[in-house]
DNA sequence: ACGTTTGTTAACCAATTGGTTAAACTATTT
DNA sequence: AAATAGTTTAACCAATTGGTTAACAAACGT
């Protein structure tokens, strides 16, 4: 037997708090909201959570270790950059579309208290560019891509996958385009980005 | 004589208001830490902008009456598109090392209070993608680029200039690079942005 | 069966927060 | 200079909020 005879009402919780925090951040939520998403008693937020900053935490933490992943795909992984970048765009991107929430609520909340940067960094599968920038050297040197730096091309790709989620209402309204066909238009990225990436760098 | 004698705390009230309110959002934002940043007494900020509410629109609309005439630059511009792009980058990633903050900070809002994107739409000088779009497709007609949807097109360019800004702090800890190298590979994307842009759809 | 641990609730509490008020102060008008 | 209008302040207030408590219920070990 667990510490916790089972742990339903600590999913439900985690589960409601994830719904609020995301959609209000960590200052705009409420306890009483949570609790009432959850359909239980304020106190149990505390009895299982104590305080709404850890509940916020292991809210933010499980956001970020389900999109670490994501990212170290193309970061480490050792397939050719061309193929890596295909698949990667068209993972991320079906993704994204399951977690729409995801990046936004994460950059905003780093924004906010710039400690949890450190936090994440200890995280063990914390994404690290070292191999992606090797690869991308090696790749120039033989000649299947132009000379670019390994940083630009990475916060190019991150910028072309990640950027149409975190400002969605932003480009609805520019583009004026209805919800329905916003999710086309994404789905269409997951080829027309690969497209655009590899013929910017490829020789 | 207007109805208000001079407006030096006015001004100041809305200076003080940018800076906290651009750090922590509206729900995070005290008025008494805005009066304090003020060097004022908190009643003030209710004498001038009645409300918590209307002192944040104030700061809203103030912040995006400095974004959109930037985004203008690229949508409603006569010049060719590749001087536009290259000149949009440049000006724009300029423009943005001295107002990090303000993309952040419309996107996240934006999020908050999906009401505001109606706000903002009835403005004046609302960026409006229809031009560029029959530009985009002229070029293409006449074969200076490659077939692309205008739509994306834009998307791109907009993710590869906003997005630098809005997630920096992750960015920096992805790439392990700090404040004073962070803001030289944003120098660098000036010139960097372009070109990926240019190669991208040129033929 | 019975005491103990774990789970749940309603009521409560202290602190914070946006907002108000009434009085004081300052400048302008006449 | 007296009346008036605009500006600023300290003190106050009601509502909200995160968190606590004490009593109660359910499950478990023995």
Redesign the pocket.
């Known amino acids: ?1 667990t ?4 742990n ?2 600590e999913e439900k919780i985690l589960i409601a708090a994830q719904q609020v925090f995301q959609a209000k951040g960590m200052d705009g ?4 909201e949570i609790a009432d998403e959850a359909s ?9 959570y ?4 850890l ?1 916020f935490e292991a809210v933010f933490n499980k956001a970020f270790a389900l999109l670490a992943p994501q990212l170290n795909a193309i970061l480490n992984d050792d397939s050719p950059l061309e193929q890596k970048i295909r698949s990667f765009t068209h993972n991320y991107i079906s993704f994204m579309m399951k977690y729409p929430y995801l990046p936004g609520f994460i950059i905003q909340e780093l924004h906010r208290n710039p400690k949890f940067v450190e936090n994440i960094k200890s995280n063990v599968a914390f994404p690290n560019i070292s191999k992606f920038k090797i690869q991308v050297e090696e790749e120039i040197e033989i000649g299947t891509i132009v000379p670019v730096n390994a940083e630009q091309l990475f916060i190019n790709i991150l910028s072309l996958n990640v950027f149409p989620f975190v400002a969605s209402p932003l480009i609805k309204a520019f583009t004026n385009v209805d919800d329905k066909v916003y999710k086309a238009m994404l789905e269409d990225r997951k080829t027309a980005v690969s497209d655009f990436i590899i013929n910017a760098i490829k020789k």
């Open positions: 037997m510490k916790h005879k089972d339903q009402t939520a409420r306890m009483q239980i008693n304020k106190a149990m937020l505390h009895y299982y104590r305080s709404k900053q509940l």
